[in-house]
Nanobody, 126 residues
Framework: QVQLVESGGGSVQAGGSLRLSCAAS?????????MGWFRQAPGKERECVST????????YYADPVKGRVTISRDNAKNTVYLQMDSLKPEDTAVYYC??????????????????WGQGTQVTVSS
C-alpha cells in the first residue's frame, strides 16, 4: 500500500514560516517520481502550490506563492519538503502532497498525480 504522510502544519501569524514534510511509508518509494504540493481552502478547489521533478532538477511554483515557497526533496530519506516563508492569511488551507504518475516529469495538473496524502492544516492569522 502506497502511503504519503504530511506533517509540519500548524497555526502561525502572518509573516511567519512553516516547513511541511511529506514522507513515503511502507513499500512506497518516491525517488523516481515527480512530487507535488497542493492546497485546498474551504469552499475552493484544490490547487497546485509547487511541484518538483524526480531528481529535483525542475521545479514549478504557482504565482500566489512564488518567491515565498521552496520545494525540495531528499530521495535517500524518501521525503519531500515545502518551506513556506512570509505566510499570508490567504495561505490558510489544507496542504496535500502527491506522487506523480509514472514517467511524469512534473506537472501542476491534479489529474497527473495518483497517490495523495491525508493533508495537513495550515492556518495563518493576521
Amino acid at each position: 500500500q502506497v502511503q504519503l504522510v504530511e506533517s509540519g502544519g500548524g497555526s502561525v501569524q502572518a509573516g511567519g514560516s512553516l516547513r511541511l514534510s511529506c514522507a513515503a511509508s511502507g513499500r512506497t518509494f518516491i525517488s523516481m517520481y515527480a512530487m507535488g504540493w497542493f492546497r485546498q481552502a474551504p469552499g475552493k478547489e484544490r490547487e497546485c502550490v509547487s511541484t518538483i521533478s524526480w531528481n529535483g532538477g525542475s521545479t514549478y511554483y504557482a504565482d500566489p506563492v512564488k518567491g515565498r515557497v521552496t520545494i525540495s526533496r531528499d530521495n535517500a530519506k524518501n521525503t519531500v519538503y515545502l518551506q513556506m516563508d512570509s505566510l499570508k492569511p490567504e495561505d490558510t488551507a489544507v496542504y496535500y502532497c502527491a506522487r506523480g504518475r509514472q514517467f511524469l516529469t512534473y506537472s501542476s495538473r491534479r489529474d497527473d498525480y495518483d497517490v495523495w496524502g491525508q493533508g495537513t492544516q495550515v492556518t495563518v492569522s493576521s
